[in-house]
Nanobody, 122 residues
Framework: VQLQASGGGLVQAGGSLRLSCAAS????????MGWFRQAPGKEREFVAA????????WYAGSLKGRFTISRDNAKNTVYLQMNNLKPEDTAAYYC????????????????WGQGTLVTVSS
């Protein structure tokens, strides 16, 4: 599985961005697709996940309500809509894939895409 993340950029606080993660190669309908982020000097953290077949979505509790994960099966693409962005949302955002949600959330044997940088100015 190859994952290509895009859509990052510079945005002012209160603004919105939509990230995309295009999957290619060996894709399976029962994969769980997720987003993680890593801010400078901090550990990587789980953001949201969704299963291609329709299970989920799951969110980090602190982000639910501002962030929405969705999928387009026809395009093999997962999206992360981020609204009301805050400076503390500044991070490199990574997409990931795994058969199991718990493994994905814990970072066990995930397929990873490259990061896309989101910078939120105050």
């Amino acid at each position: 599985v190859q994952l290509q993340a895009s859509g990052g950029g510079l945005v002012q606080a209160g603004g919105s961005l939509r990230l995309s993660c295009a999957a290619s190669g060996r894709t399976f309908s029962n994969y769980v697709m997720g987003w993680f982020r890593q801010a400078p000097g901090k550990e990587r953290e789980f953001v949201a996940a969704i299963r291609w077949s329709g299970g989920g979505p799951w969110y980090a509790g602190s982000l639910k309500g501002r962030f929405t994960i969705s999928r387009d099966n026809a395009k093999n693409t997962v999206y992360l809509q981020m609204n009301n962005l805050k400076p503390e949302d500044t991070a490199a955002y990574y997409c990931a894939a795994n058969f199991d949600f718990s493994d994905l959330r814990n970072g066990n044997n995930n397929y990873w895409g490259q990061g896309t940088l989101v910078t939120v100015s105050s």
